[in-house]
Nanobody, 127 residues
Framework: VQLVESGGGLVQAGGSLRLSCAASGFAFADYAIGWFRQAPGKEREGVSCIINKSGTTYYWPDSVKGRFTVSGDNAKNTVYLQMNSLTPEDTAVYFC????????????????????WGQGTQVTVSS
């Protein structure tokens, strides 16, 4: 199993970025993919997840709802995180992770259910 994030970078406040998570080595369409982030000096937190089989999505925390959109392309084994209206508080390393088992009913921000992680991509938002 391999997950590779890309798309991070430096952007001004109010700008947008689209992160990609390219996956390989497992039946992508049967699994959920989560997005997490870790800001300097803070614990890693869940941002969003998508159930690839149904396209159902979830978002945490409240600060990203309405600004972040997760989507998937099962033909490309890739999940995207579109981030709009970015603020300096969104500055973090962003990770994608694959669920430990096929899941078609729900996905979660509990890190323990994700068994494979990407290396992360840095997002820096300047004020």
């Amino acid at each position: 199993v391999q997950l590779v994030e890309s798309g991070g970078g430096l952007v001004q406040a109010g700008g947008s970025l689209r992160l990609s998570c390219a996956a390989s080595g497992f039946a992508f369409a049967d699994y959920a993919i989560g997005w997490f982030r870790q800001a300097p000096g803070k614990e890693r937190e869940g941002v969003s997840c998508i159930i690839n089989k149904s396209g159902t999505t979830y978002y945490w925390p409240d600060s990203v709802k309405g600004r972040f959109t997760v989507s998937g392309d099962n033909a490309k084994n890739t999940v995207y995180l579109q981030m709009n209206s970015l603020t300096p508080e969104d500055t973090a390393v962003y990770f994608c992770a694959a669920d430990s088992r096929p899941r078609g009913d729900y996905c979660t921000d509990y890190e323990s259910v994700y068994s494979s992680w990407g290396q992360g991509t840095q997002v820096t938002v300047s004020s």
